[in-house]
């Protein structure tokens, strides 16, 4: 009986060792594609979560090109399972929300039944998943649940508040659905600004990917003079003949850097054109530049958080989350909103040389990835 004891004593101890190697052990990733900001988030804590865990391998579920997370997650294991696993809000313009759109979309995808669905569930138990992370694709939690898993929410808002907004009876109806689905959570994370607080929830700071290399790495290998300040214009859906046609242009002793429909860094005098994907890493060139222009959104606010830089924002004033975003810039970041046609407006340069000259904060502030992957690991 003593010698049975001691077996076990060291075979739990083995096991023990085992889990803190990581081994034979991985998450499942569901993430939303509305928008790459939720595949950023969601990049920032597969990262963090594999620096504290040696041998930790990631399944990621989602329609967002694989390539995003190759860039943003090097030396990272991971498998990518191309799947629709979330509606969010269909756009009719990057700053218009089709609600008509969504509600269609909605009753074509069943988060909770379904062959595509059946065939997920059984992929996940196959493997060796212990733990599944929605951001905030509901169809994660609802696998979680069947297969009997934790199942963790991160979110800064979820579907159904938004839906609320729009005061439109079906789609508040398909709202209350997923309501029930992200009140299911094990482990409800959420990342600042949070739009709506939860009573179970737990409060992260702003999550964001972590750059590379430094300021002076950056603007040497794309060629700007040290002298220039640097401008990133960061809008989705740029080419170079909208902007040559506008005739905007950057201050004075100011370099502008657009990713865009390129397949090489292209430098035209004091524009410098980069691919959206597979070019300089966006976070690197964040924290590279002096200004930031971009879309209000939640990624590209945490990182230009992170990095404290200006911030010129393009706002989308019908959708929901952007009030509390512009209310958490206004108060941290150096920023002003653009007016809507500023490439042709002439008081964007304004706007631009008085941010440019703003002061910039100071002292370190916390990534919220770093306390998020605790949470997550420690149901591990």
Avoid at 255 to 278: K, Y
Wanted: one cysteine or more.
């Amino acid at each position: 009986m003593g010698v049975d004891y001691v077996v076990m004593g060291a075979l739990k101890k083995s096991l023990q060792k085992q889990q803190i190697a990581g081994e034979k052990c991985a998450l499942a990733w569901f993430i939303s594609p509305h928008g790459f900001g939720h595949a950023a988030r969601a990049s920032a804590l597969v990262a963090a979560c594999s620096s504290r865990r040696r041998g930790l391998h990631h399944h990621i579920f989602t329609t967002v090109p694989r390539g995003f997370f190759s860039d943003s997650l090097p030396g990272v294991s991971f498998d990518y399972h191309r799947l629709e696993c979330d509606v969010g809000m269909v756009q009719a313009t990057a700053f218009v929300e089709d609600v008509d759109g969504t509600i269609r979309a909605l009753e074509r995808l069943p988060v909770d039944h379904g062959p595509e669905f059946e065939r997920v569930v059984d992929h996940i138990a196959a493997t060796d998943c212990r733990l599944v992370v929605s951001d905030i694709a509901p169809q994660g939690l609802v696998v979680a649940n069947r297969l009997a898993l934790p199942g963790v929410l991160v979110e800064n808002f979820t579907w159904d508040w938004i839906y609320r907004a729009y005061r439109d009876p079906r789609l508040n109806g398909l709202g209350g659905r997923l309501a029930e689905i992200f009140g299911s959570a094990t482990l409800r994370i959420q990342a600042a600004p949070v739009c709506e607080s939860a009573e179970n929830g737990r409060t992260v700071a702003p999550v964001s990917r972590v750059p590379r290399r430094s300021r002076t790495e950056v603007r040497e290998s794309l060629g700007i003079p040290a002298e220039h300040r640097v401008v990133l214009l960061s809008v989705g859906g740029l080419h170079a003949s909208d902007v040559e046609r506008c005739g905007f242009r950057p201050p004075t002793a100011t370099t502008l850097v657009v990713p865009g429909a390129v397949d090489r860094v292209q430098a035209n005098g004091t524009v410098i054109w980069i691919p959206t994907m597979g070019g300089p890493y966006h976070p690197d060139l964040v924290a590279a530049s002096d200004l930031v222009i971009a879309k209000l959104g939640y990624s590209t606010v945490a990182e230009v958080y992170q990095a404290k830089t200006a911030f010129a924002y393009l706002s989308r004033p019908r959708f929901p989350e952007s009030p509390v975003l512009e209310a958490f810039v206004r108060q941290h970041i150096p920023s002003e909103v653009l007016p809507k046609d500023w490439l042709r407006d002439p008081s964007a340069t304004e706007i631009i040389e008085d941010l440019l000259d703003a002061p910039r904060p100071t002292g370190a502030r916390p990534n919220g990835a770093d306390e998020a992957a605790k949470l997550i690991l420690s149901f591990l």
